[in-house]
């Protein structure tokens, strides 16, 4: 019999929902505003309405295989607890995944949602038969995930992979985590912002400062678009996007040799223009990349074709879904400890 799951990523901003099958077809995805304000009970009935509806919905596509969910902040692995979380106010040490089993009397596997998105690439995307891998997640903040030999790494309590608040710049802005400096302060779409703003005040960008007046949602899209019509203000922010993310690639490369590093999240959309600079560093800073570049098999390709090898940084390819699909998996190998991804891959 088949078996399905439903995935849940809980952002701050919007609650989204896909029932995927084990195969990892998506049989149906909903979205709803997570509105925050109304408090978290509210939240969590709403959600878990939203999980009951799809689940009946679905119960010719076989047997449920449990609930997974990805949610923004810091989680304690085993007791299901959400320790803190900038994007849910009032959800400090709330038993997230308790609460939820209890309601909806069915498994819930709860997990980062940066560690999510890691596994759906991992599974469907950019890093599809790769056991050791890391993803950073560019948007609102830096989110990061590593997987080692098929898992998710979760350090001793469930925290580990926090690749968003490494440093870059020890004297750097501050940051909300109580540091200075870390790579979510020069590479997240809230810091591509921060920077123009920086570059209009200084009055050293009038054409930005132009351009943007006419902007009300001024969106780090729309920096983006500036970069590439060549603004050179623009193009000098997402180089330091490049060189924050490549500053800490690098080190990555030198400790842990994967052979693949993963870039999503809406940031990652820009890389045309942040690229060439993160390479950059990464080929200066990192002399395991350079003994470990990329070259091209022609003759070892799975299909016959050319293939890839050597230290692989891409971006990701589920978009948006990544997170999504990540959380569906979290059920189906929950509790197989020795049945890394790859053993699961589909074929
Ligand atoms: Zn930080």
Redesign the pocket.
Known sequence: MTTFAIGVDLGGTNLRIAAVDSTGKTLEKITTSTEVARGRDQVIDEMCAAIQQITIQQTGAGELAGIGIGVPGIIEMQTGMLHESPNLPGWHNYPVRDEIERRLQTAVVLENDANAAALGEKWLGAAAGVDDMCMFTLGTGVGGGLVLQGKIWHGMTGMAG?L??T?VEPEGHP???????????YASATAVKRLAQEAIASGTAPHMANALKQDVEFTSKKIFDLAMQGDAQARGIFERVGKALGTVIADMVNIFNFPMYVVGGGVASAWDAFAPSMLETIGRNSFVYRNTAPYVNAAAGDAGGASVHGTIITRALLGSDAGLIGAARLPMIAGKANAPEAELKRA
């Not at 940051?175 to 302060?185: A, H, N, W």
């Open positions: 926090e968003g608040h440093n940051c909300k985590c109580g540091s200075r400096g870390c790579l979510e302060q």
